[in-house]
């Protein structure tokens, strides 16, 4: 129309693919997409390791089939390897993507033995939630300084926030998991640079 100012339109910041139904499958997108920002951090200085990219690809091919055990499992093997002594200067709040194997101790130990499972659920349920909106923020910080647009994202992230609760809510995991998807749609898998060394079963036959 002649006169109207060039403004460009507005995109929805939750426009990307559905999101899955399946709870265990929502409980994945929240490792995935900051386990897919974390291999790009300044501390790998844009060549991650391949044992560290391997079960994230892994993860994220098992999810796409459905197969969402064995991408869990995946997971689980990235997250003990962020826990390696070899990584000590992955920074805080990916640090809480780190899962140690804790030497065996009598059950009496843990802070939380005399709690109620309704009890020890909501803790567990609020830590969750702190660290999600932790991670999101140090999300939308390194896209920053790294050139890449999570601009649209970042109402989710204020959503979320204001529905954290305590008690956390569904209104908190709905936006949250919303602002993972829509990272993982925007931020590109990390890749090694050079070529990756085949592993043993993709070896050619001489």
Same mark, same amino acid.
């Given at each position: 129309?002649? /006169?109207?100012p060039?403004?460009?339109p507005?995109i929805a910041?939750a426009?990307e693919a559905t999101l899955?139904?399946?709870e265990?499958?929502?409980?994945l997108?929240?490792?995935l997409?900051p386990m897919?920002?974390?291999?790009?951090?300044e501390l790998w200085?844009?060549n991650?390791?391949q044992?560290?990219?391997r079960?994230?690809?892994?993860a994220?091919t098992?999810?796409a089939?459905?197969?969402?055990?064995?991408?869990s499992?995946h997971?689980?093997?990235?997250?003990?390897?962020?826990?390696?002594?070899?990584?000590p &200067?992955?920074?805080?709040?990916?640090? /809480?993507?780190?899962?140690?194997?804790?030497?065996?101790?009598?059950?009496?130990w843990?802070p939380?033995?005399? +709690?109620s499972p309704a009890?020890k659920?909501?803790?567990?349920l609020q830590?969750?939630?702190?660290?999600?909106?932790?991670?999101?923020?140090? &999300?939308l910080?390194?896209?920053?300084r790294?050139g890449?647009d +999570?601009?649209?994202?970042?109402?989710?992230l204020?959503?979320?926030?204001?529905?954290q /609760?305590?008690?956390?809510t569904p209104?908190?995991f709905?936006?949250?998991?919303?602002?993972?998807?829509?990272?993982?749609a925007?931020?590109?898998?990390?890749?090694?640079?050079g070529?990756?060394?085949?592993a043993?079963?993709?070896?050619?036959?001489?």
């Amino acid at each position: 129309m002649p /006169g109207a100012p060039n403004r460009p339109p507005e995109i929805a910041p939750a426009a990307e693919a559905t999101l899955p139904a399946d709870e265990t499958a929502r409980r994945l997108l929240r490792r995935l997409g900051p386990m897919r920002v974390a291999l790009q951090l300044e501390l790998w200085k844009g060549n991650p390791s391949q044992e560290l990219l391997r079960p994230l690809e892994l993860a994220e091919t098992n999810l796409a089939s459905g197969d969402l055990a064995t991408a869990s499992g995946h997971l689980d093997q990235l997250a003990v390897r962020f826990a390696e002594p070899r990584w000590p &200067t992955l920074p805080v709040p990916f640090r /809480g993507l780190r899962v140690s194997i804790p030497a065996p101790q009598p059950p009496q130990w843990d802070p939380e033995h005399a +709690l109620s499972p309704a009890e020890k659920d909501a803790r567990r349920l609020q830590r969750e939630a702190e660290l999600q909106v932790a991670l999101a923020r140090a &999300t939308l910080e390194w896209a920053a300084r790294s050139g890449v647009d +999570l601009a649209g994202l970042a109402p989710l992230l204020v959503e979320a926030a204001a529905a954290q /609760g305590p008690p956390t809510t569904p209104a908190f995991f709905d936006a949250i998991d919303r602002f993972w998807q829509g990272v993982r749609a925007r931020v590109p898998m990390p890749k090694p640079q050079g070529r990756a060394p085949l592993a043993p079963s993709e070896s050619r036959v001489a």
